[in-house]
């Protein structure tokens, strides 16, 4: 089942922990964050040109709205950046525990920011929440979270996908597009051996590719069936996150993280693969 193929390491900045990365089709680079260093990552591997945003505070999370600028999930607050100027607009702050921050976030098909929160420097069991923003009202639409993590939609917009990490299943959610509104439906899979299920993105066949904390993977699961298609080895335990990227969504950009007992020079790095 693991693919023969290696993953590339395509970027490095010593980051502890790189996480969400995010495919700007338009412009064709990859947003990222490093969460502990406060900064967002702007990569064009053609120019080979990389654009850094300091954030205030940890940064959970960036993707890049329909008008394409950034939305990112920091420590006190939702912001909105021009990726030119670098003009920075608070918009929101709807999480009010100041033991908690903002983790892993996605849009939603008609563009809504999905976020979450988590324990910043311990785990709270079921202190988090997930977060619907739509540029205008902010909702609550699921609580009891302790680890808010990946975050994914069926291509058709019925389903939502979510990870709360410690439970090591990925749960589906019926999604009300017009509403913006999640409910639970049933856990589709479960993560065994070491790994932790983090970030995770969904492809044009609806097959969910799953980041394994502790697991030094990416996995590709059947969102129908629950069945494991393929699983890709990374030099490093901590595997953050994933999405895809590039031409025709051909390539999977892959995100990870340092741990001080190992000895793994490329952790922390950010990794390319081809998937077809």
């Given at each position: 089942?693991?693919?023969?193929?290696?993953?590339?390491?395509?970027?490095?900045?010593?980051?502890?922990?790189?996480?969400g990365?995010?495919?700007?089709?338009?412009?064709?680079?990859?947003?990222?964050?490093?969460?502990?260093?406060?900064?967002?990552?702007?990569?064009?591997?053609?120019?080979?040109?990389?654009?850094?945003?300091?954030?205030?505070?940890?940064?959970?999370?960036?993707?890049?709205?329909?008008?394409?600028?950034?939305?990112?999930?920091?420590?006190?607050?939702?912001?909105?950046?021009?990726?030119?100027?670098?003009?920075?607009?608070?918009?929101?702050h709807?999480?009010?525990?100041?033991?908690?921050?903002?983790?892993d976030?996605?849009?939603?098909?008609?563009?809504?920011?999905?976020?979450?929160?988590?324990?910043?420097?311990?785990?709270?069991?079921?202190?988090?929440?997930?977060?619907?923003?739509?540029?205008?009202?902010?909702?609550?639409?699921?609580?009891?979270?302790?680890?808010?993590?990946?975050?994914?939609?069926?291509?058709?917009?019925?389903f939502?996908?979510?990870?709360?990490?410690?439970?090591?299943?990925?749960?589906?959610?019926?999604?009300n597009?017009?509403?913006?509104?999640?409910?639970f439906?049933?856990?589709?899979?479960?993560?065994?051996?070491?790994?932790?299920?983090?970030?995770?993105?969904?492809?044009?066949?609806?097959?969910?590719?799953?980041?394994?904390?502790?697991?030094?993977?990416?996995?590709?699961?059947?969102?129908?069936?629950?069945?494991?298609?393929?699983?890709?080895?990374?030099?490093?335990?901590?595997?953050?996150?994933?999405?895809?990227?590039?031409?025709?969504?051909?390539?999977?950009?892959?995100?990870?993280?340092?741990?001080?007992?190992?000895?793994?020079?490329?952790?922390?790095?950010?990794?390319?693969?081809?998937?077809?």
């Open positions: 089942m693991p693919t023969k193929l290696k993953p590339e390491l395509v970027f490095y900045s010593g980051a502890t922990l790189l996480e990365p995010c495919w700007d089709p338009k412009e064709e680079v990859v947003y990222c964050v490093a969460i502990e260093q406060s900064l967002v990552y702007r990569i064009n591997f053609l120019s080979r040109e990389v654009t850094s945003y300091q954030t205030n505070g940890p940064v959970g999370c960036v993707v890049i709205d329909n008008n394409g600028m950034l939305l990112t999930a920091e420590k006190n607050g939702i912001y909105k950046i021009n990726s030119l100027t670098q003009e920075r607009t608070l918009l929101i709807p999480e009010d525990n100041p033991l908690m921050r903002y983790n976030g996605k849009l939603d098909p008609l563009g809504r920011f999905i976020f979450g929160t988590m324990g910043e420097n311990q785990t709270l069991p079921n202190k988090g929440k997930l977060f619907s923003y739509d540029g205008n009202i902010v909702k609550t639409i699921i609580e009891g979270i302790t680890i808010s993590n990946g975050i994914g939609f069926s291509n058709n917009g019925e939502m996908y979510f990870i709360d990490t410690p439970t090591k299943k990925v749960a589906r959610y019926f999604y597009l017009k509403l913006g509104e999640a409910n439906d049933k856990y589709i899979i479960e993560i065994d051996g070491e790994g932790y299920p983090d970030g995770m993105c969904v492809d044009i066949d609806d097959n969910l590719w799953i980041a394994e904390w502790e697991g030094g993977k990416v996995c590709k699961w059947n969102s129908k069936t629950g069945e494991k298609l393929n699983e890709i080895t990374l030099p490093c335990k901590r595997v953050t996150s994933c999405c895809l990227g590039g031409d025709n969504l051909d390539s999977l950009f892959i995100t990870t993280a340092k741990k001080d007992k190992y000895f793994e020079p490329l952790a922390g790095g950010l990794f390319k693969l081809k998937i077809h």
